[in-house]
């Protein structure tokens, strides 16, 4: 079983910066692609950024430029920096992550609770 673990959210006004982090433990051999998805009220959720174990990264559209997605291999910890944020940046901020417990098993998707972050105007 993986446990992803999300810190960082909060209150923000238009323009300020914010920085998520998700730690992810549990049974876990390696780690193939982590990213951040986010669900604002009565939309569906969305992919923000993710990135690939050898460090590749993809961006939504609305977010490039703004955010910038990295990770720490060693500890099993993925980052989301978001500067210049606005009020439609809004949402519940969900990590997401495959892992696979040993060499011989597929990769499975884990998700985070999700980490509230608001932005006022």
């Known amino acids: 079983q993986v446990q992803l673990v999300e810190s960082g959210g909060g209150l923000v006004q238009a323009g300020g910066p914010l920085r998520l982090s998700c730690a992810a433990s549990?049974?876990?051999?390696?780690?193939?692609?982590m990213g951040w998805h986010r669900q604002a009220p009565g939309k569906q959720r969305e992919l923000v950024a993710a990135?690939?174990?050898?460090?590749?990264?993809n961006y939504a559209d609305s977010v490039k430029g703004r955010f910038t997605i990295t990770r720490d291999n060693a500890k099993n910890t993925v980052y989301l920096q978001m500067n210049s944020l606005k009020p439609e940046d809004t949402a519940v901020y969900y990590c997401?992550?495959?892992?696979?417990?040993?060499?011989?098993?597929?990769?499975?998707?884990?998700w985070g609770q999700g980490t509230q972050v608001t932005v006022s105007s």
């Open positions: 997401g992550a495959t892992t696979r417990p040993n060499l011989y098993s597929d990769y499975a998707l884990s």
């Open positions: 990135i690939t174990s050898g460090g590749n990264t």
């Open positions: 549990g049974s876990i051999f390696s780690i193939n692609t």
